[in-house]
T-cell receptor, first 111, second 113 residues
Framework: QKEVEQNSGPLSVPEGAIASLNCTYS??????FFWYRQYSGKSPELIMS????GDKEDGRFTAQLNKASQYVSLLIRDSQPSDSATYLC???????????FGDGTTLTVKP | DAGVIQSPRHEVTEMGQEVTLRCKPI?????LFWYRQTMMRGLELLIY????????DSGMPEDRFSAKMPNASFSTLKIQPSEPRDSAVYFC???????????FGSGTRLTVV
């Protein structure tokens, strides 16, 4: 079992819909959780950080964390074609001192 | 803030040649990471430094790869000799510490022919 697992993609949603990206992780004591967006041919860009249970909202993006279920998600409301990218979930395992990345979920938003 | 700066952006080299990739982290960031990304293997951590000291190099594929961080503002990743299977995009990233996300550089696209 991988330490960080994401939805197997690709994920396709129509413009204006809500895109839901999911991630589970293996270490119950993890404290820091991140979502990165990577456009084709570009480097990953940090878009959300979350540290506490519950929701964190930033514009059209909402990160949700449930430590008991070892689950973190990213919701994109009113999806736009410009949101089409690969989204990487990353979790910091305290014992490792570094982030472990999931394989990513590729999202396509169709006009 | 100029962000994480990598050079070169593209490198094409012949098999057997030495390749050196360079990275300048964000000033004040005390951790630096080298990643390799391919379609087949995704994003792989090669090595990371904390306060210029290598902490975990378990991801370095073999002895042909080496990395140094002589000071807080510069790191190199060297491949000698290079092989076609080393062709990938190499990213450098930095952060304040383990509770923070990473800032990635633009990457170096390496092609070994």
């Amino acid at each position: 079992q991988k330490e960080v697992e994401q939805n197997s993609g690709p994920l396709s949603v129509p413009e204006g819909a809500i895109a839901s990206l999911n991630c589970t992780y293996s270490d119950r004591v993890s404290q820091s959780f991140f979502w990165y967006r990577q456009y084709s041919g570009k480097s990953p860009e940090l878009i959300m950080s979350i540290y506490s249970n519950g929701d964190k909202e930033d514009g059209r993006f909402t990160a949700q964390l449930n430590k008991a279920s070892q689950y973190v998600s990213l919701l994109i409301r009113d999806s736009q074609p410009s949101d089409s990218a690969t989204y990487l979930c990353a979790v910091n395992f305290p014992s490792a001192g570094k982030s472990t990345f999931g394989d990513g979920t590729t999202l396509t938003v169709k006009p | 803030d100029a962000g994480v700066i990598q050079s070169p952006r593209h490198e094409v080299t012949e098999m057997g040649q030495e390749v050196t990739l360079r990275c300048k982290p964000i000033s004040g960031h005390n951790s630096l990471f080298w990643y390799r990304q391919t379609m087949m293997r995704g994003l792989e951590l090669l090595i990371y430094f904390n306060n210029n000291v290598p902490i975990d190099d378990s991801g370095m594929p073999e002895d042909r790869f080496s990395a140094k961080m002589p000071n807080a503002s510069f790191s190199t990743l060297k491949i000698q000799p290079s092989e076609p299977r080393d062709s990938a995009v190499y990213f450098c990233a930095s952060n304040h510490g383990q509770f923070y996300g990473y800032t990635f550089g633009s990457g170096t696209r390496l092609t070994v022919v």
